[in-house]
């Protein structure tokens, strides 16, 4: 059964522009399967958001959860007025979430988070901040200090291999990739949202496609707590995306990062090889020589033909 209807938080209301205009900020919050504790969540970002005195809207979006969140969002709904209900029919996983909550906002600056208490949520203010006093940030990211997630042992010396592969695709240092808590600017978003895939690779999604488009980011220290409920993550699966997911970003907007460096070895390797062989035996090549010199030959080819499409490309 959906616990008890939450009371109003005793923070005084946030500022409401009485002329109806849009909110300076909007949360975007993905709901699944959360029953037990998305109620003390909406209560710690109202209550942060309220003492703020920032105006904002709370996009809460169930994604078909198939146990009680959906009842106890509607609940919410009629208690604190900033909050709005978005009910999926099936589910689309957390970047579809994102994708569409974004896509809805009508403020401003867009922060995703999560339902599971694990992110400083309290905290969202001051990310905000930070966009409204430095134009010249696009986007600021919780960078989390520990990890606490599920499978730790996997996770943490995965996660850094991928990291540093992204780093070196990107060249920029990226104290967090994957974070869940971020606020943007939802008008620099708007072109990467269709980048965006349905399942948790889509924080990594959003935050190289930023760097890979010269919007700073500014990482900002959090802790992180371990989640409440059952963790959706699976390892290998996830795992598995995460790097596909790096490549392919890196892949749209710098191919000649990923392909180049590989066509230059080849061709480098075969041409060693093949001096080495005329020296061996005059004028003759063996095929694996020749195999790596068209290899190489073939690879760049590719990669100046992507790079061609990618600087021909409106994104806009």
């Given at each position: ?46 209550a ?133 808590l971020?606020?943007?600017?939802k ?10 895939p349905?399942?948790f ?13 010269q ?21 290998v ?80």
């Amino acid at each position: 059964m959906p616990p008890e209807p939450p009371v109003p938080s005793p923070h005084r209301a946030a500022e409401v522009d009485p002329a109806g205009l849009a909110p300076v900020a909007t949360i975007v919050l993905p709901c699944y399967n959360e029953e037990a504790h998305v109620l003390d969540e909406l209560k710690r970002i109202t209550a942060a958001m309220d003492a703020d005195g920032m105006s904002y809207e709370l996009l809460a979006v169930d994604d078909a959860s198939t146990d009680d969140t959906l009842a106890v969002l509607r609940q919410a709904e009629q208690v604190f007025e900033h909050l709005k209900v978005v009910a999926f029919r099936r589910n689309g996983g957390s970047g579809t979430v994102r994708r569409i909550g974004t896509q809805m906002a009508r403020g401003e600056i867009v922060v995703w988070t999560d339902a599971d208490m694990s992110y400083e949520n309290e905290r969202i203010p001051e990310l905000v901040r930070v966009l409204l006093e430095d134009d010249s940030y696009d986007q600021v990211v919780g960078a989390r200090t520990t990890e606490e997630g599920s499978h730790k042992a996997l996770r943490v010396p995965a996660k850094f291999v991928i990291r540093k592969v992204a780093e070196v695709l990107a060249r920029q240092r990226i104290p967090d990739l994957n974070s869940g808590l971020r606020a943007f600017r939802k008008s620099v978003s708007l072109p990467y949202l269709r980048l965006l895939p349905p399942g948790f690779s889509c924080v990594t999604t959003i935050t190289l496609a930023f760097l890979c488009n010269q919007h700073d980011i500014k990482y900002v220290p959090t802790a992180y707590a371990k989640r409440a409920g059952t963790s959706k993550f699976h390892f290998v699966k996830d795992a598995y995306r995460y790097i596909l997911q790096v490549l392919r970003m890196v892949m749209y907007f710098e191919p000649l990062r990923v392909l180049m460096p590989l066509a230059l070895f080849l061709f480098g390797l075969g041409f060693v090889k093949a001096v080495t062989d005329m020296f061996r035996h005059t004028f003759y090549f063996p095929a694996n020589t020749v195999l790596l010199l068209v290899s190489g030959l073939l690879i760049g080819s590719v990669a100046l033909l992507a790079d061609l499409v990618v600087r021909s490309r409106d994104d806009g």
